[in-house]
């Protein structure tokens, strides 16, 4: 076992959360981190009486656990991230959010470990990583929640979190597991490739937009309208 520190500024470490809004958009970063990862197949699976969110991929895993706790570090493929900043592992630490998240990677030679973080990491608080030998040919990362009473997760939610991913997403909440589709409001008529990203064309839709003065744009996989 050994114990890793959050490597930032103390003021600035007790801030960083807060730059990401509300626990929808903090939960968003989760899946980003699994799209670096590699991930094909994300499976979640929520208990509603005990209040635990599993989020599991089958990503290259993690090496290293520090990079989880080193802003400007992100461990995955570079050409997957647009935005560099390192600091999605914070965004989740809120004290209103979670009680503890762990941490498990395995698998493809990758490091195997377990790591539990408290918002208290936040604060200075070592977090404890745990070297371990799962003996599975699986690999990826997973990460359990362990959400505050006030907190509550369903589909509708998971849906929008997912984004526009390119990967599977398989829920269930106790229940059979079944697949998740992103939050769409409407589907293209035409999809077509750019130098700079895929657009998509609903002609109903683009109707709307010129008397509403509205337009959708999506970002590292994730829809925004203005």
């Known amino acids: ?50 209040n635990l969110l599993v989020i599991a991929d089958d990503g290259a895993g993690l090496d290293d656990p520090q990079k989880l706790l080193t802003a400007g570090e992100t461990g995955w493929d570079e050409a997957r991230v647009i935005e560099p900043a390192g600091v999605g592992a914070f965004a989740i630490l809120r ?38 030998d799962n003996a599975i040919e699986a690999h990826g990362l997973r990460v359990t929640l362990h959400l505050q009473p006030g907190v509550s997760v369903n589909a509708d939610l998971l849906r929008r979190v997912r984004g526009l991913y390119p990967f599977q997403v398989q829920y269930t909440d106790g229940e059979e597991w079944r697949g998740l589709e992103p939050w769409r409001e409407w589907e293209p008529d035409l999809r077509a490739a750019t130098p700079v990203g895929w657009l998509e064309w609903n002609r109903r839709r683009a109707t709307e937009m010129t008397r509403a003065r509205t337009d959708d744009a999506v970002w590292e996989w994730r829809a925004s309208s203005a």
């Open 95 to 132: 004290a209103e959010f979670v009680s503890r998240v762990e941490y498990e990677s395995f698998g493809a030679g990758r490091g195997e470990w377990t790591m539990t973080l408290t918002p208290a990491v936040l604060t200075g608080e070592p977090a404890q990583v745990i070297a371990c």
């Open 1 to 50: 076992m050994k114990t890793l520190h959050a490597q930032i500024s103390p003021r600035l470490l007790a801030e960083l959360p807060r730059f990401f809004g509300g626990f929808e958009k903090a939960l968003g970063e989760l899946f980003q981190n699994a799209h670096r990862a590699g991930a094909k197949t994300v499976w979640i699976a929520h208990n509603p009486e005990t």
